[in-house]
């Protein structure tokens, strides 16, 4: 069975695991070795992709996706 593709890039996917475990934007970009403002866009952008209000409804989303598990 071919693998569906996923909405999200590698690193919106690590950026929303991250959120998932609870981090802040600043321990994020501190463990992903970007700046706080590179995972705010990467947050937007998949905000923005969704069309979902904030990050909690995004996590939600991907989560209903199976884009995200717990």
Known sequence: MARRTSILTKREKEVFNLLLKDKTTKE???ELFI???TVR???SNVIQKLGVKGRS???VELLRLEELSL
């Open 41 to 43: 866009n990467h947050i």
């Open 28 to 30: 994020i970009a501190s």
């Open 35 to 37: 700046s706080e403002k």
């Open 57 to 59: 409804q995004a996590i």
